[in-house]
């Protein structure tokens, strides 16, 4: 359960979609790379896209050492981090009651730096493993001069909302059930194309393991 | 080409990768539904999901009258537009050159709501075109009391940028190149999955022309 800090993160719009539970909301922080982070520069909201990855009760994004918004951001400013799956269409038979099934997580807090050397080390490590699970064995680990150059920087789950919305239309039981127009979900997939092999990479390589697995079908019949 | 009030929307990061052009950002903002809409309450940035639909200058997006986003927003509250495709991930052979192929918009401004009885059905015709387009002429339109119960907000387009990247991982020509291991991108391509029909259907109807569109195959061969 995520301690809520007030009622910053009630969600007040369709209760009935809203979760608190940390489960719901662990689920749908691994489930998705990209976050919307936004913080306040001069009055003005700012949000902008980037990879995140949930390791125990914080959620890590990096950036260049030289980034506005990291040092915005590591400085301590009021943050959200507003994590979002698009799940599908909502077809009803009004305009009205045509919606999206998705699943969002809402988490308002503050970064903190990590700055322990083996902190950052693992750090790393969860933010390039988010991008391909067990990627970054496979990979030359960052130098000291890159490390130098990368801010991590960490929220702690504590103020969070999840908000789902699963299943058919609302108008499904009242009288624009009668009307005659398809009414139904399109689900939106979505998945890995053919890999693309960089223009410079040595002859004879193969894909790595963690990318195979990336490929392989996740249920056998 | 969006006209920029001060250098609030200029990217700094990776200028590469900026585009000004109105060409680039209404590109990005037609091809993807979902934006992330920021404004500031009690100091607090917040950063919400919400379908957005560009409208020639201007992007809409429409909420419940009670919404208190909405609220704020159509109070003329500072705001932040941001639209983000996910395309592909980029693995080099050293972690610190993993990334991402993106596409994203930053719109920055304030919301206007939309009043006139015209103009106001003129929007809600783009947002349920936006999902599936040509839904609207399949519909029940809004009734004078579904019509109160919603309000749309327009920002204009003025102050925005586009940032892009694509190719290959950036380490392809310099030492890491030598490094044995896979490197290049994984697209990431999304689609919709078999349509679900709503399970308070009527017997015998079947898909409506614009759902069938939506699934026929975009190029011949």
Chains 1, 2 share one sequence.
Request: aromatic share 4%.
């Amino acid at each position: 359960m995520a301690r809520r800090a007030g009622d910053s993160t009630r969600v007040r719009r369709q209760p009935d979609r809203a979760h608190y539970d940390r489960g719901t909301i662990d689920a749908v922080l691994d489930a998705v790379l990209l976050a919307h982070v936004a913080f306040v520069e001069d009055g003005q909201p700012i949000a902008i896209p980037m990879l995140q990855a949930r390791v125990g009760d914080r959620v890590l994004i990096h950036g260049s050492t030289a980034s506005r918004a990291m040092r915005l951001l590591g400085a301590g400013a009021p943050a959200c981090v507003t994590v979002t799956a698009l799940d599908g269409l909502v077809l009803a038979r009004s305009a009205f009651e045509h919606s999206a099934n998705y699943r969002s997580v809402l988490l308002l807090g503050r970064f903190r730096e990590i700055t322990g050397e083996m902190e950052r080390r693992n750090a790393f490590e969860a933010l390039t493993n988010k991008l391909v699970a067990g990627r970054w064995d496979e990979v030359r680990r960052p130098s000291p001069k890159e490390m130098k150059a990368s801010t991590i920087l960490a929220m702690s789950i504590e103020n969070a909302s999840a908000k789902v919305r699963t299943g058919p239309p609302s108008d499904d039981a009242g009288p624009d059930a009668e009307f005659d127009t398809w009414a139904g979900e399109l689900p939106i997939v979505s998945g890995f194309g053919a890999p693309i092999a960089a223009p410079g990479l040595k002859s004879g390589i193969p894909l790595s393991r963690s990318i195979r697995l990336l490929y392989e079908p996740k249920e056998r019949t």
